[in-house]
């Protein structure tokens, strides 16, 4: 029995066999369990020999009529397809840079039985930041659907402990970048990392920074965004 033999037969046990009846002729969980490894294969990003970055959040789109036969089954089948990830990606050597996560949403253009999945890499976030924070930031940092505020003088970006905002990116170095704050001027500056950085898509070594501003390191992306006057 191969791994999605016993991933199929594990789902069925779990909810005592009314999914695999419910899905009998629309889409197959072991068919979302291969492509979702597939998805990993495929996007797969070289670290060094023994170690690949791969995606860790999926959305897997379905018709209409396969998502309402989901409902109630959807909890068991994230926590199976997950677990059957993980399971793959150690046995490839894959890394993952953040919790693993299947979602599961309808889409228009597809017909009963058809399904398609997308997928990014997305690094786990903190806050490092110790110190008081005694009055309102000015501009906040949106970082993987967190919220980071920017104060005086500043705050440092990176993946060792010693950032201020740690991101575990692989692409990232552990002191990569600076964003500096001076009154109402808001700039980011590269550390000296490894990679560099991309500010609205162009490689500089520091910049000025304005509401909806994009700054890019290693796979992750940051967006300055100015608040009220704090």
């Known amino acids: 029995m191969n791994a999605l033999q016993r991933f199929e037969r594990k789902l069925e046990q779990a909810i ?7 899905f009998r002729s629309a889409v197959q969980p072991v068919e979302i369990a291969a492509a979702l490894q597939r998805e990993c294969d495929n996007n797969a990003q070289i670290m060094s020999r ?3 970055l791969v995606p860790n959040r999926f959305l897997v789109l379905l018709a209409a009529v396969d998502l309402e036969r989901l409902q109630g089954y ?4 994230e926590r199976e397809l997950v677990d059957q ?3 793959h990606a150690d046995t490839q050597g ?3 840079t953040g919790p693993v996560q299947v979602d599961f949403e309808a889409a228009d253009d597809l017909t009963t039985g058809r399904f398609r999945i997308l997928s990014r890499a ?9 110190r008081t924070r005694t009055r309102a930031a000015r501009a906040v940092l949106e970082v993987n659907g967190t919220r980071h505020p920017l104060r005086a003088p500043g705050l440092v970006v990176g993946r060792g402990t010693e950032a201020d905002l740690r991101i575990n990116d692989p692409g990232v170095s552990r002191r990569h970048i600076e964003f500096t704050v001076h009154g109402d001027d808001l700039e980011v500056v590269d550390l000296g990392s490894t990679n560099g950085m991309l500010v609205d898509g162009t490689k500089v070594g520091r910049a000025g920074l304005r509401d ?5 390191i290693g796979h992750t992306t940051m967006t300055v965004r100015i608040t009220e006057e704090g």
Request: no cysteine; proline share 0%; net charge negative.
């Open 85 to 87: 990830l993980k399971d």
């Open 212 to 216: 909806g501003t994009e700054v890019k």
């Open 16 to 22: 005592s066999g009314v999914f695999a009846r419910a």
């Open 94 to 96: 894959y890394v993952f």
């Open 50 to 52: 023994d170690r690949r």
């Open 122 to 130: 997305e690094a786990s976030v903190t806050d490092n930041d110790q």
């Open 74 to 77: 959807d909890d068991a089948m």
